[in-house]
């Protein structure tokens, strides 16, 4: 695969060239801030932190920003802030700025782009308390559930996040057709827990702590952590517009330089109860402490109950539920690769996945041209080397890890999608 290099004369006569569709990655250009006051959205959801760390502990400041984190109701109204400019930049579901970009799902396209990631893995599966007491632990037991005639409906937070392709992908690789075999609902991250108690949706797949959240209510259990569905996936992204990241290249750098740190800083062992209880605060997630350290100090309550209906503790290590930046024992992340680089490949999976499940008619002639537009890499590049930090030198790379043991070939989407047989093409 190759990359989309910019020289500092093509970058500045495309700047100069610069029309609303006009998609170009900045070079990196030292200098004044373009804008120092930025307002950046975020979703109530642990992997957040980043964003909270950045600002408890001044390392925006430190690069010269003055940022608003703004409290978001939902990935919908992230989007929309950023889109209609009422937020410089936001927390952001992992395929968002693609999806937005190629409009899929019937999307208004507009040209979105990713800046960093945020994160890796840090998301679940649950179950319903009524699912357990029924017999239902696993994903093969749900499809014998369903053959039986059994009615369900399940949720994800939105049509282009991470937990909605894996929700997806974890029911078809069990046998069941999620667009055919149950309901399949979007409920904003906070509303997930009281929408399981209700009875309204009986699985949910969603970022952390809505899953901790829901074992500590007795209402439900983790039937699956992210990782054990692709082992060091992509979570969620720092979105902007194309034309915001264009016209601010060195508050862009800013940005991105700032998070870094807070990555780093979030993945230091001494340091996780500290992010987790800063991430839980009022002005954030707003949740129970107890909710944000489940899923950060190395080990996980997978939950379930016992014959009289009380929780049960299912207590495993799990080093790597949240990956920020790296942590032990990471060995999807050896050498240069560090969780907040941006790999194209992810971005090419993310395609394959719109048109396995009818989001796309067919993967775009032009993607891998789309994904240097989306991710821009090159601009993270000379953030990370001005905090002394290599990157990969590479934008792609084979994926593994899957539950289902394949391997994703960049090179071959087209193969890969149509080696499935549940979808919906």
Known sequence: MSNMLWTRRQTIQGLAALAPHLWIQSASAKGRLEKTR?????VPV???APLVIAQEKGFFRQNGLEVELSREASWATVRDGVI????????????????VTVGAGGAQPTPLVALMSLDLNGSGITFSKQLWQSGVRTGADLAKYLKSGHSLTAASSFPASMVHYMLYYYLAHYGIDPN?????????PPQMVSNMKSGSIDLYSIGEPWNARAVFDGVGFTALASRDFWCGHPEKVLMATAAWAAANPNTHKAVVKSLIQACQYCDQPGNRLEVANLTAGSSYTNANPLYARASMLGTYNYG????????????????DFNVFYKTANTRYLSGDNHGTYLWKSHGMWLLTQMVR????????????????RVYLTQTYREAAEELGIRSPKVDY?????????RTFDAGNPVAYIKNFDIKKV
Do not use: M
């Not at 930025?38 to 975020?42: A, S, T």
């Not at 379930?304 to 503790?313: K, P």
């Open 38 to 42: 930025l307002k950046i959205g975020f």
């Open 46 to 48: 642990t992997d957040c």
């Open 84 to 99: 209609q400019g009422r937020l410089d930049a936001s927390h952001s579901v992992l395929a968002t700025p693609l999806y």
């Open 180 to 188: 055919r075999d149950l309901r399949v609902v979007t409920v904003p």
């Open 304 to 319: 379930g109950f016992d014959d009289q209906g009380n929780t049960i503790r299912n207590v495993r290590a799990v080093s």
């Open 357 to 372: 499940w009818g989001q796309l008619r067919a993967l775009p002639k032009n993607a891998e041209q789309i994904l240097d």
């Open 397 to 405: 790379k084979p994926e593994s890890g899957f539950l289902d043991h």
